[in-house]
């Protein structure tokens, strides 16, 4: 199995709400990401958790908060987003200091 | 700044014909991703090149790494409509495999018969 499950797949917020993506893989992978991607470009991180701790922060606004409960599950919560944040949101597992990194299907974010 | 540039960035094909993506970056590093992308779809991974020499090889795609050079290249060969996606290259910004992955802008290839 080598699949990275990501929730919802679409999802349409207004400025003022909080919601959250949610990630789930059952591959044993320790390390965890969220990649953006904005329409026509390429991906771009904003975070990765190793042994669920955060490793890297990518000078993300706060507006975006990771959190990591457990080795199989990474949520990225989302409060007071612009619409200049509508993307795709992706999700990647891998091992740590490992070859391949596995990406989600992605949720896709509309912010109105 | 790490920069990984990709060329072409359009690339409309025949099917039938080769052709080859170049991935350009600028500083060291010991592995290379391709990956491909169906539009509204997520990365699928094609290749991970580990080390200086590496060329790996799935169907129609051959994929290989100068590190020396700091050029990897990805080769269609007999391109088929199947193939038609954006194709994107990403080396890692500490090198080694942190996860954090610089991407090229992606070469989106059309491939008609």
């Known amino acids: 199995d080598t699949e990275v499950t990501q929730t919802p797949k679409h999802l349409v917020m207004g400025m003022t709400n909080k919601k959250s993506l949610k990630c789930e893989q059952h591959m044993g992978h320790r390390a965890m990401y969220w990649y953006k991607q904005k329409a026509k470009k390429p991906p771009e991180l904003m975070f990765v958790y190793s042994y669920e701790k955060l490793s890297i922060n990518e000078s993300v606004p706060s507006r975006f908060s990771p959190e990591c409960p457990n080795s199989s599950l990474l949520n990225l919560h989302l409060h007071a987003l612009q619409p200049e944040d509508s993307a795709l949101y992706l999700c990647a597992s891998s091992q740590v200091s490992g070859n391949t990194i596995y990406f989600g299907e992605g949720s896709w974010l509309t912010v109105v | 700044e790490l920069k990984v540039e990709q060329n072409p960035l359009f690339l409309s094909m025949q099917e039938g014909k080769n052709y080859t993506i170049y991935c350009n970056y600028s500083?060291?590093?010991?592995?290379l991703y391709w990956y491909r992308q169906d539009p509204g779809k997520s990365l699928e991974s094609l290749f991970v090149?580990?080390?200086?020499?590496a060329v790996k090889q799935e169907g129609r795609l051959m994929a290989s790494l100068d590190t020396k050079a700091r050029l990897s290249t990805l080769h269609i060969t007999a391109a088929v409509h199947d193939l038609s996606a954006t194709y994107f290259c990403?080396?890692?910004?500490?090198?080694?495999?942190?996860?954090?992955?610089?991407f090229g802008k992606g070469t989106k290839l059309s491939v008609k018969p």
């Open positions: 500083t060291t590093s010991d592995r």
């Open positions: 990403a080396v890692d910004l500490y090198g080694g495999s942190q996860g954090n992955l610089i």
């Open positions: 090149l580990l080390s200086n020499g």
